[in-house]
């Protein structure tokens, strides 16, 4: 009987040793990933403000994704790995609740960008005739996602089951809404591109045009889009088994499915690099930041 007791207590001090490392070595992984995610949002939000050209319903929706993955960054990745690290219960609390706000409006931004992109396609003439009331319609649209994220929250002190199961529930419905924008995208521009070949040369010079849109722009915005979603749908499948892992049984969640959290903070990482990479307007507007910045750091 002692015998298998010291066995017993040998397993757990394996295992405890392994979970010790385990948390250390994704505490580690999240500290480049909390400063690219500072430094290429805050450089994606500053090149937006300034530049006039950007100052669009889109680039202002892509604004507000570069402010909370910032926030990613600068709060909910700290705490994370201040939880991790000193296993003190409000700090945890305070760490869950915080990640899950500023991720919560990530993912719905993200939601509400891929839907926007439907929008544009599918009524191009009024998108384009709407566009002065629409940034109006994108600034609400913005403060009503922060408020009820905000508001969700406060499940978490209440019911800890409900709360995580609610977000479960809300990662796959940003995860369907997303899922079904990008498959009438892909609709819209088959629809354009079999009518533009059906088209005469005689009038090839101008197929191109479609009302109020470019077709060759289309594509490509539909394309970086896709791309955006599927980095999203990466990121956010793995914390959405973790939560409903923990929403069914809390016996079967270990801390191996914290690294789950830790892709979740990825999406903030890459998505400032996707920006840049996939929109050339951002991209060269990035570069002219960039050389004014580093010219006032010489000449200083």
């Known amino acids: 009987m002692a015998d298998s007791n010291d066995s017993s207590n040998v397993y757990n001090s394996k295992e405890g040793i392994i979970q010790q490392a385990f948390v250390v070595a994704n505490c580690i992984l999240n500290l480049p990933l ?33 402010v909370t993955d910032f926030l990613v960054g600068c709060m909910a990745q700290p705490f994370f790995i201040a939880s991790e690290l000193t296993m003190d219960p409000l700090v945890e609390r305070l ?8 991720c919560g409006v990530s993912l719905s931004t993200m939601t509400a960008i891929s839907l926007d992109r439907f929008l544009v396609l599918h009524y191009p003439m009024r998108y384009n005739a709407l566009i002065v009331e629409k940034s109006h319609v994108v600034s609400v649209s913005i403060i009503a996602v922060w408020i009820s994220n905000v508001l969700l929250s406060g499940l978490y002190f209440w019911n800890w089951t409900a709360y995580f199961t609610i977000m479960a529930i809300g990662v796959c419905l940003c995860i369907f809404i997303s899922t079904i924008s990008f498959i009438k995208i892909y609709q819209v521009v088959r629809k354009h591109r079999i009518q533009i070949h059906a088209q005469q040369q005689a009038v090839a010079q101008s197929s191109d045009e479609v009302p109020g849109i470019n077709i060759l722009r289309m594509k490509r915005s539909a394309l970086n889009t896709f791309i955006f979603y599927i980095a999203m749908i990466l990121c956010y499948l793995p914390v959405l088994v973790s939560m409903s892992i923990s ?16 892709i979740v903070f990825i999406n903030s990482s890459i998505n400032p690099v996707l920006y840049i990479w996939r929109l050339s307007d951002l991209r060269a507007a990035v570069l002219k930041t960039l050389k004014k910045f580093f010219s006032r750091t010489s000449n200083d």
């Open 95 to 102: 760490s869950e609740v915080i990640e899950c706000i500023f």
């Open 247 to 262: 929403s069914i049984s809390y016996k079967h969640w270990t801390k191996i499915w914290h690294l789950a959290e830790t």
């Open 34 to 66: 909390m400063v690219i995610a500072i430094l290429g949002n805050a450089l994606v939000v500053a090149t937006i403000l300034k530049t006039r050209c950007l100052q669009t319903s889109s680039f202002q929706m892509l604004c507000s994704l570069a």
